[in-house]
């Protein structure tokens, strides 16, 4: 017997978790589980992070935790629990399957069969905001090799295990050379360990149209952060229904599996939500414990619920179903063909996989690191960059100003006419030899700032590592 967590979550949640919790006893899952009390009623009784103490050492004990969606209360302050969630456990990886189910379920896309991996904890959702000046935010895009070699390697050590062809990476790095760069590079390397699975890279924004176009062209897609986000929705809408999907959220030591969907409150309470995505995602958990044997009596007997035409009103379509149910009908469905194998839709073949361990990341050999120069970001309410740049050049010492941008794009010496610009104005000093920067000339140049009334807020220092230029050229220079 497993222990596992479960949460009943909000709106719909408890209707299809207790849907998902009976087909799981009806075929004798070997699991027991624990409750924990999680989200609306967390965060309304005034705890702004929607779970107690006593949630996360539940979690953290039994370290498998079947989830139920949460509502969100609106207005500021609530901190969103799934991403919370994914960061703290350390859950890297997001796993979500999007087949269709053609002729039983309506799609546009009868051969689709992809697996979306989506890097979980890192990139625009490490959260660092900050408001820089009167007309300027800004969002750190973090891209770690740590994080993007645990998530390239999961999702080739998954293409092996589940016998999967292709990959293909999506990535932006004709434009985000370092951060989207790394995680290209990584796949590029990682790739060459693999040779009998196909691997390619598209610019993730031809990408995403081809995959919403011809799914069937993809096989296992694998993508930073927030294209993942994006990418994954799309791919399950297109299956068939979010209803459907499942996801399984993966770290090294626990794993959280829900459906992709939200808590649906307009249809709450109603016994019409469909318990599908759910009951994939505890089939995923099944087989991450290595109960595959239950986890393929479950997956066939939905099958065989579906290929009967038993449907729920978000699926439901008069020319492919046969009766209309409820949630708990449904799961009364799936329980009643328990044994069953599907007569069209592939037959579930779970056996032989196992739990995927990836190895522990091992930092590589140091790299000789260089300093160049440094980036000096300013707050100037002024439009001349000239200006701008005739106060600061007065300051003289190994590094020297050599250029300043707005938005990225070079302003001066010699700057467009049309260029529009804000009061966030970078300025990059740089050595003019081969040689090392002088690590005190910073602080120096930043005093100097001061004295000059110019209102620094930020830099950001130049470095190369092996060599190697480690920070963007200015757009133009
Ligand atoms: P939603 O996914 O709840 O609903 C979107 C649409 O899909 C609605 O029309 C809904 O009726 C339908 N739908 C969703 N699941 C269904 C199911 N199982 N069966 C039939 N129809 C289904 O998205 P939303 O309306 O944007 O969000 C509602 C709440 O859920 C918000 O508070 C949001 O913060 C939260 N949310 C939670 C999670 C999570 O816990 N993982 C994810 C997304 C949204």
């Not at 293409?159 to 590079?185: E, P, V």
């Not at 229904?241 to 959220?249: P, T």
Request: hydrophobic residues 40%; proline residues 4%; glycine residues 8%.
């Amino acid at each position: 017997m497993q222990k596992i967590t479960v949460a009943k979550g909000d709106g719909i949640g408890p209707e299809i978790m207790n849907a998902t919790l009976s087909i799981l006893k009806a075929a004798k899952a070997r699991i027991t589980y624990e409750e924990i009390e999680f989200g609306e009623k967390v965060y309304l009784s005034g705890n702004t992070s929607g779970i107690q103490k006593s949630a996360w050492d539940s979690i953290r004990k039994n370290k498998v935790f079947l989830k139920a969606p949460i509502t969100t209360p609106q207005g500021g302050g609530y901190k969103s629990l799934n991403v919370t969630m994914r960061k703290a456990l350390g859950l890297y990886a997001n796993v979500r399957p999007c087949k269709s189910f053609h002729p039983f379920v309506a799609t546009k896309h009868p051969q689709m069969d992809v697996v979306i991996i989506r890097e979980n904890e890192e990139d625009l959702y490490a959260g660092i905001e900050h408001q820089q000046t009167d007309e300027v935010v800004q969002c750190l895009k973090l891209i770690t090799r740590p994080g993007c070699e645990k998530i390239v390697r999961y999702a080739f050590e998954y293409a092996k295990l589940y016998k999967r062809k292709k990959i293909s990476c999506l990535t932006k790095d004709n434009i985000m050379k370092h951060t989207d760069g790394l995680f290209h590079q990584v796949f590029k390397e990682i790739a060459t360990e693999y040779p009998d699975i196909e691997a390619d890279n598209w610019i993730v924004d031809i990408g995403a149209a081809k995959l919403a176009d011809t799914p069937e062209d993809f096989d296992v897609v694998v993508l930073p952060n927030l294209y993942g986000d994006v990418v994954s929705d799309i791919t399950a809408q297109i299956s068939g229904s979010v209803g459907l999907a499942g996801s399984a959220n993966i770290g090294e030591s626990c794993a959280m599996f829900e459906a992709i969907h939200g808590s649906a409150p307009a249809i709450a309470g109603q016994n019409i939500a469909n318990p599908s995505g759910l009951l994939r995602a505890a089939v995923m958990m099944l087989n991450h414990i290595g109960q595959q044997d239950v986890a393929e009596v479950i997956k066939n007997a939905w099958s065989s619920t579906i290929e009967d035409g038993i449907h729920t009103p978000d699926i439901y379509k008069s020319d492919v179903s046969l009766q209309r149910v409820g949630t708990q009908e449904f799961a009364q469905a799936v329980i009643d063909r328990i044994g069953l194998k599907p007569k069209q839709l592939n037959v579930a073949e779970y056996a032989k996989n196992v739990r995927l361990d990836i190895p522990k990341y091992t930092r590589k050999k140091q790299s000789n690191k260089m300093l160049k120069g440094v980036d000096v970001f300013v707050d100037w309410k002024g439009e001349d960059a000239n200006l701008l740049a005739t106060s600061l050049r007065q300051f003289n010492s190994d590094i020297k100003l050599t250029m300043i941008t707005n938005r990225g794009v070079k302003v001066w010496p010699e700057g467009f006419e049309e260029t529009f610009c804000t009061d966030h104005w970078r300025c990059r000093y740089e050595v003019e030899n081969g040689h090392p920067a002088e690590k005190s000339s910073i602080p120096a140049l930043l005093n100097h700032a001061i004295e000059a009334g110019v209102d620094v807020i930020k830099t950001e220092n130049l470095y190369e590592f092996d060599g190697q230029r480690g920070y963007s050229l200015g757009q133009g220079q």
